[in-house]
């Protein structure tokens, strides 16, 4: 049923819970007023596409039998808009990773480079004080692959290492990518759309399942006093994960205080305005993305999270988890000092509470369950004429029509 108030292809829940109360009392005008609304939503999601949002409509017929028919707000069916093509980019774009030992992690983290990016790109890679093995495999990755390589032959720290490779390059982004990482099928050209879609903005990084406020579904610890770590199911893969994620998304690309390190890519523009990191204050790093996006939002600029790419991070192997916690808590407090704490609480604030990430993590919940539903369904019912949703004593009947346009 249509309303004026939403969206153009809305259904009133008030109109839908009495029909269903009528419907319910096995009168003939009752279960004719319960097919009219179904049909009426059949026909304009036939139109507009069978969206996630049109089908926990078609849940909410069917669950709510003994709701009253008070409220007047309005339901609105999510249309299935086509949206805008992931843009390759057109620039060459400079990749750093920086690393310090952890080699199981370093070997996995540019293994899914070379797999998953296609675009072009120039990768750099910054060996920050390796022991002999991890050196090695570096220099020989470096050698294979035709990466720039960058030696320190002793670790002068993350930050230090990050400016090197920044100074390094000279490409208009700049993507800082942690060693513990993991990327999947199109990472680099989903950043880059993003980024690209709004000149003010200076930083944009993924979803992850574990980046503090970026991760998904759950950003803190239940036993808390650390960031989850959301591990994957049995038998999701990483590449997987970020394919479900993409294919899943709005790309709402909402805005936040701060991003994540593990993960950034950065319009050169912004650090020739506000400088590179600060070596000084945040060496170790922790702390120093952080206070570079202070700055930047000092200066006007703005950041985002491309919540169509999904990376996964291993969280520091580099550093053990009491010496990790002892340089966040320096951080803090240096970040205290440059930016004031009302500003840094203020920032936190803003990404605990944003609505669009709690929608996007509460959404993340059941995205297993639901892409497996999904595809059993399809097998299931693969050449059948149609599929159905059924209610007692009302059956609603759907085209076979309808679900090629379903979107895993």
């Known amino acids: ?230 591990p994957l199911p049995e038998g999701i893969s990483p590449d997987a994960m970020a394919t479900r994620i993409a294919r899943d998304s709005a790309r709402i690309y909402p805005r936040l205080s701060f991003i994540n390190g593990f993960c950034q890519m950065i319009r050169r523009q912004s650090l020739h305005e506000v400088g590179l990191l600060d070596e000084a204050s945040f060496p170790q790093g922790y702390g120093e993305e952080n206070d570079l996006c202070c700055r930047l939002r000092a200066a006007g600029w703005q950041l985002a999270v491309a919540d169509d790419v999904w990376v996964f991070h291993a969280q520091s192997k580099s550093y053990s988890n009491e010496r990790r916690m002892n340089l966040c808590a320096a951080a803090s407090e240096n970040l205290a000092r440059k930016h004031g704490m009302h500003n840094i609480e203020a920032g936190a604030r803003q990404c605990r509470e944003n609505i669009a990430l709690k929608g996007i993590r509460a959404r993340t919940f059941n995205i297993h369950d639901r892409f497996e539903c999904i595809s059993s369904g399809k097998i299931h019912f693969a050449g059948k004429k149609y599929y159905s949703f059924c209610h007692p004593p009302t059956l609603v009947a759907a085209p076979m029509s309808l679900f090629p346009k379903l979107e895993l």
């Open 1 to 230: 049923m249509e309303n004026s108030g939403a969206s153009p292809y809305s259904i009133h829940v008030s109109q839908v819970s009495q029909s269903i109360l009528v419907t319910n009392t096995g009168t003939r005008r009752g279960r004719r007023g319960m097919w009219q609304v179904a049909n009426r939503a059949i026909r304009a999601i036939h139109r507009h596409g069978f969206g996630p949002v049109a089908a926990r409509a078609y849940r909410m017929f069917f669950a709510t039998t003994s709701a009253p028919a008070l409220t007047t707000v309005a339901l609105p069916i999510e249309t299935r808009t086509k949206r805008s093509p992931i843009t390759p980019p057109t620039v060459c774009i400079d990749i750093i990773v920086c690393i310090h030992n952890a080699l199981d992690d370093v070997r996995h983290c540019l293994n899914s480079i070379i797999k998953f990016t296609a675009t072009n790109y120039t990768l750099i890679l910054v060996d920050d004080g390796s022991a002999k093995p991890t050196q090695d495999f570096v220099a020989s990755f470096a050698n294979e692959f035709r990466a720039r390589h960058i030696r320190h032959e002793q670790a002068s720290g993350y930050t230090c290492a990050a400016n090197a490779g920044i100074r390094a390059g000279n490409n208009p982004f700049v993507v800082l990518l942690n060693s513990d990482t993991v990327v999947g099928p199109e990472w680099l050209e989903r950043l880059y759309t993003c980024i690209e879609s709004d000149q003010n903005l200076a930083i944009v990084g993924p979803l992850s399942n574990c980046a503090s406020w970026q991760s998904i579904p759950e950003i803190e610890s239940k036993t808390g006093g650390d960031w989850a770590d959301n």
